[in-house]
T-cell receptor
Framework: DTAVSQTPKYLVTQMGNDKSIKCEQN?????MYWYKQDSKKFLKIMFS???????INETVPNRFSPKSPDKAHLNLHINSLELGDSAVYFC???????????????FGEGSRLTVL | DAKTTQPPSMDCAEGRAANLPCNHS???????VYWYRQIHSQGPQYIIH???NNETNEMASLIITEDRKSSTLILPHATLRDTAVYYC???????????FGKGITLSVRP
């Protein structure tokens, strides 16, 4: 079983379209994240949810809207796609770090978005 | 936030130990040092973390200097599959967000 799974793995679309990327984790974690890795390979955090509540919201355009229907899912919806949105988007999850666990992040395999 | 400095790249021979350095001279007393790696086109993978003491797990060892201003990740017997970008990250407090820098590209040669 894949711990953190994202769909789709590849997405090619036209500018101006709206698209969603889905993420599910079966690790029982209470925190989930979205990261963006651009063509220069910099990995930047976008959002973080803890128990379905938004706790981290970096400077991301309003066109990006995360939705967490439950602890195991964090979806990313992007409106009015632009060329600069082309990147690999990684979902991750973790358990709140305290004694007994490392707080490590488990990442999905990424969703490569190409905007034409 | 404490910041880390890593060389951009290094290489080592297969089967030899790979020693990856990281400087974090402004680290605070409650900040942990985490290491992740990203193999080409895959999601980052946790390797190890530590606070003050040296740590070892099945993947690697982490050596932290006594003044905590630097650390070294050691892969004891590097294989070709260890070729990846390795990120040294200092977390400013428990459960804070991970901020990835440029990392160090390790190339393991046959």
């Amino acid at each position: 079983d894949t711990a953190v799974s994202q769909t789709p793995k590849y997405l090619v679309t036209q500018m101006g379209n709206d698209k969603s990327i889905k993420c599910e984790q079966n690790l029982g974690h209470d925190t989930m994240y979205w990261y963006k890795q651009d063509s220069k390979k910099f990995l930047k955090i976008m959002f973080s949810y803890n128990n379905k509540e938004l706790i981290i919201n970096e400077t991301v355009p309003n066109r990006f809207s995360p939705k967490s229907p439950d602890k195991a899912h964090l979806n990313l919806h992007i409106n009015s796609l632009e060329l600069g949105d082309s990147a690999v988007y990684f979902c991750a999850s973790s358990q709140y770090r305290d004694r007994g666990n490392t707080g490590e992040l488990f990442f999905g395999e990424g969703s490569r978005l190409t905007v034409l | 936030d404490a910041k880390t400095t890593q060389p951009p790249s290094m290489d080592c021979a297969e089967g030899r130990a790979a020693n990856l350095p990281c400087n974090h001279s402004t680290i605070s007393g409650n900040e942990y040092v985490y290491w992740y790696r990203q193999i080409h086109s895959q999601g980052p993978q946790y390797i190890i973390h530590g606070l003050k003491n040296n740590e070892t797990n099945e993947m690697a060892s982490l050596i932290i200097t006594e003044d905590r201003k630097s650390s070294t990740l050691i892969l004891p017997h590097a294989t070709l599959r260890d070729t990846a970008v390795y990120y040294c990250i200092v977390i400013p407090g428990a459960n804070s967000k991970l901020t990835f820098g440029k990392g160090i590209t390790l190339s393991v040669r046959p």
